[in-house]
């Protein structure tokens, strides 16, 4: 099976609604501290201080973001540490237990689709816009993007449970 992947797909991806994460699930399973700035679903997937990437905020409008409907993204960000070509996004995405995409993109490649190229280094600052598809099954999407440097330095480490009803 081949899988495009992009940007605006791995951020429509993880996007949910913080009321499900910490709403109506019998548990939270996301620690709150590890929350992403800003008005968005995300969480680091552990103490974010060494990771490459320092993350000022991330904002999604509407959040949380609906099936079939526009969605802008707005991010700022530091890359404290140059990043060339060869970094990559293992990205993974469960929907319930099953697991529906578990593959390695190339960060470079996909920092196109915000019309950045590598090397990246320093302040960055993106918006974009997408659309969600209006058929998303309905369900409970665990995704997972872990994103390293060539020689597997962490930049980041995203997640997020995403509900669509
Ligand atoms: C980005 O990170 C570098 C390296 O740590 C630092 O020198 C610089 O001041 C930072 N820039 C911003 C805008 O935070
Ligand atoms: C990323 O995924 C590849 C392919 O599945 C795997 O071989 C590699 O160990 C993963 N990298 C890290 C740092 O987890």
Do not use: W
């Not at 939270?28 to 103490?47: I, K, R, T």
């Amino acid at each position: 099976m081949k899988l495009t992947l992009s940007v605006p797909l791995l951020l429509s991806t993880l996007v949910a609604s913080k009321s499900f994460l910490f709403g109506n699930q019998q548990q939270p399973l996301v620690d709150d501290s590890l929350s992403v700035p800003g008005d968005n679903p995300l969480s680091f997937c552990a103490n974010p201080s060494d990771y490459i990437l320092t993350i000022e905020k991330v904002d999604l409008d509407p959040n949380p973001p609906e099936k079939g409907k526009a969605l802008q993204i707005k991010a700022k960000g530091n890359f404290t540490q140059k990043i060339e070509q060869d970094a990559y996004i293992n990205l993974s995405v469960k929907y319930g237990l099953i697991t529906l995409i578990n593959t390695q993109a190339d960060l470079c490649e996909q920092m196109k689709e915000v019309d950045e190229s590598c090397p990246l280094e320093g302040a960055k600052d993106f918006t974009k816009d997408v659309t969600l598809p209006k058929q998303i099954p309905r369900g409970t999407y665990t995704v997972l993007a872990d994103v390293y440097t060539k020689t597997d330095v962490q930049i980041t480490c995203l997640r997020a449970i995403v509900h669509f009803s």
